[in-house]
């Protein structure tokens, strides 16, 4: 089992950049593809980037493709998301997932959820 805990969210300005933390425990992050989802209010949790370090794996929203880079530190257990111009749709409560078996874009193939940071870009 793996317990997960975001850090780095806050209130920034359309054009501005945000790195977010999530910071592993009970468990190496290289044995699990490791997700970023987002969930805005009113709005479905979706996808925003996954990467699987033992494959060297990434993938991407189309929404955040070549504005958005996962990453993760196997020293510090710890996924990080960096954030570049940020968009007023790019608020949103940011989540970190595992999934013990794929690297899936896909909420349901998760198996274990961080609390979530929020994000909050104004224009």
């Known amino acids: 089992q793996v317990q997960l805990v975001e850090s780095g969210g806050g209130l920034v300005q359309a054009g501005d950049s945000l790195r977010l933390s999530c910071a592993a425990s009970?468990?190496?992050?290289?044995?699990?593809?490791m997700g970023w989802f987002r969930q805005a209010p009113g709005k479905e949790r979706e996808f925003v980037a996954a990467?699987?370090?033992?494959?060297?794996?990434?993938v991407y929203a189309d929404s955040v493709k070549g504005r958005f880079t996962i990453s993760g530190d196997s020293a510090k257990n710890t996924v990080y998301l960096q954030m570049t111009s940020l968009k007023p749709d790019d608020t949103a409560v940011y989540y970190c997932?595992?999934?013990?078996?794929?690297?899936?874009?896909?909420?349901?193939?998760?198996?274990?959820w961080g609390q979530g940071t929020q994000v909050t870009v104004s224009s």
């Open positions: 009970g468990r190496t992050i290289s044995d699990y593809g």
């Open positions: 990467t699987r370090m033992s494959t060297s794996s990434t």
């Open positions: 997932a595992a999934d013990q078996l794929l690297l899936s874009r896909r909420a349901e193939h998760y198996d274990y």
